[in-house]
Nanobody, 115 residues
């Protein structure tokens, strides 16, 4: 059974950092592209970052709103993908989800940035 579990969310002040984790079970994620999405209250879910599978040269993608502040990475030994989030802003407040091909989503983890 494929399962994705996000963790690492929380409440931070503007300028703070958090590292989100997406732990996979039921499949080996190093062969698949994995994405991070977020959904703020009243807004549509948006894709913010993606990392390619390890079968090819690893490439990453970032939405303009998070580039230069967020970094996506993977630890294949732990079957986990990470999203390091630095210089957080109030507009980063959202529920963050990871996604795997086949339409698999995690349950989400809340990130709140507020003073």
């Amino acid at each position: 059974q494929v399962q994705l579990v996000e963790s690492g969310g929380g409440s931070v002040q503007p300028g703070g950092s958090l590292r989100l984790s997406c732990a996979a079970s039921g499949f080996t994620l190093d062969s698949y592209a994995i994405g991070w999405f977020r959904q703020a209250p009243g807004k549509a879910r948006e894709g913010i970052s993606c990392i390619s599978g390890s079968d090819s040269d690893v490439t990453t993608y970032y939405a303009h709103s998070v580039e230069d502040r967020f970094t996506i990475s993977r630890n294949n030994a732990k079957n986990t993908v990470y999203l390091q989030m630095n210089s957080l802003k109030p507009e980063d407040t959202a529920v963050y989800y990871c996604w795997a091909p086949g339409g698999f989503w995690g349950q989400g983890t809340q990130v709140t940035v507020s003073s």
